[in-house]
């Protein structure tokens, strides 16, 4: 039987069942899916937070230039506000391909391992 990670000096023994669940984790494939879902949602999510922050910190300091009329009534500030919602639902889109391409096809074959071949 597995057992827990000691804190304190003591270890409190996992159950049958978290066992499984442990044992799982630390399998080659269960550790490729991780690297491959991290790998693409770290970066990404860095991405877009930057852009966020760009787009707040531009309003705050630079309004002049969120002002600036591009087309009639239309600035660059309300631009990049629309902008901020093309690009969630652009990367929500990406993600969507990337995850039935790269993490579904593993997550399955770990599930129906973990599973016993039955689903």
Do not use: C
């Amino acid at each position: 039987m597995s057992s827990a990670p000691t804190t304190g000096g003591q270890s409190a023994p996992y159950s049958s069942h978290e066992s499984k669940y442990v044992e799982m984790q630390q399998t080659p494939e269960f550790q490729d899916l991780r690297r491959r879902y991290r790998g693409f949602v770290l970066p990404v999510a860095a991405g877009a937070l930057a852009w966020y922050f760009l787009y707040v910190l531009l309003a705050a300091y630079a309004p002049g230039f969120m002002g600036r009329p591009v087309l009639g009534n239309v600035n660059v500030g309300l631009l990049a506000g629309l902008l901020q919602f093309l690009t969630t639902f652009g990367i929500t889109a990406v993600y969507i391909r990337f995850a039935d391409r790269r993490l579904d096809p593993v997550s399955s074959r770990i599930r129906s391992d973990f599973e016993g071949g039955h689903r």
